[in-house]
């Protein structure tokens, strides 16, 4: 089914996540090392920055990370896209976008605004406008020489329709993201454990924040939150699915539904999955060589070829 340009998504999470699965065969610690070293460039000057006294230092660390992570979005997107696409791909992508970080910069802030503004109005809104806009950065790795606006409003018109099966897919990672989670759950537990007694006690709010902040800041932390880039790298891999689904740039046949509702292992192979030019759903793999029925069996053996059935 075709929205404008762009195809419904109608398959299903775990068909996604099968086909998502089947990319990351062999890849598994590339995409692990490459999330971990872009959290990295990310993150840890950040925490550095914050760190240090003085009101500067945050400015710093804010503006490091608006310039930084846009172009780091765009390099792991296009590394995922690649992925998928059984493209070769490796750390040198996270310098994709440099060769267009003006692009990258502005598309970010303008997601992070948007996103922001729509915020404002209420939590739901905002979180519409996240899904609404979160195949922007793909778009833009996809085709570096679109602008800022149109990739946001070619994201918009992807996931007209699109919204909810991309909401029901990253759903189905809660419960490992809960699991990748524990370890660093339970670091920050202990580490404010000593503040969150000293406020229940009375003491002043300020040093619990203080508290908070020095965590958020550790360098332990990020290496507790470890076990979350093997998810991240299993639903940026799911992302990139659903994007060339959407984009009309994948086709998936021969897959069994039925057996999928039946719970049965994923009944299909690499050779289901085919990149096309043009927009495509299923392709129809098994169909009946002949329809058989007896009544037009029967009229065809009555049927000499001298009967004049068009009346000339």
Request: charged share 15%; aromatic share 12%; hydrophobic share 45%.
């Amino acid at each position: 089914m075709n929205y404008g340009q762009y195809n419904i998504v109608q398959e299903r999470p775990r068909t996604i996540r099968a086909l998502a699965r089947q990319a990351l065969q062999g890849r598994w610690l590339e995409a692990f090392i490459l999330l971990i070293v872009a959290a990295a460039i990310e993150q840890v000057p950040v925490m550095i920055l914050n760190r240090l006294p003085g009101n500067f230092f945050g400015f710093l660390a804010s503006l490091y990370s608006i310039l930084v992570s846009g172009i780091i979005t765009v390099g792991v997107c296009w590394y995922f896209i690649k992925l998928f696409r059984q493209r070769q791909g490796g750390l040198d992508d996270l310098k994709y976008g440099l060769g267009f970080a003006q692009r990258a910069i502005v598309l970010h802030i303008l997601i992070v605004i948007k996103i922001f503004l729509w915020t404002l109005l209420f939590i739901i809104p905002g979180i519409i406008a996240a899904f609404r806009y979160s195949m922007a950065p793909y778009i833009l790795a996809d085709d570096p020489n679109k602008d800022p606006g149109q990739c946001i409003a070619e994201s918009c018109e992807m996931m007209k329709g699109n919204k909810m099966a991309y909401f029901i897919l990253m759903l189905s990672f809660i419960g490992w993201f809960i699991l990748a989670s524990i370890p660093s759950g339970l670091m920050e537990s202990t580490m404010t454990s000593s503040a969150r007694a000293a406020l229940s006690a009375g003491g002043d709010l300020s040093v619990y924040w203080e508290a908070v902040s020095k965590v958020a800041s550790n360098p332990l932390l990020f290496l507790a939150g470890i076990p979350t880039y093997l998810v991240n790298a299993y639903m940026n891999t799911s992302t990139a699915c659903f994007y060339d689904l959407a984009n009309g740039n994948l086709s998936v046949g021969g897959y069994d539904y039925a057996a999928a509702q039946g719970h049965v292992e994923d009944p299909f192979t690499g050779e289901d999955v085919k990149f096309t030019d043009v927009p495509a759903e299923v392709v129809p793999e098994d169909l009946p060589e002949k329809f058989d029925d007896p009544e037009l069996k029967s009229a065809e053996e009555k049927y000499t070829g001298d009967d004049n059935i068009y009346g000339e």
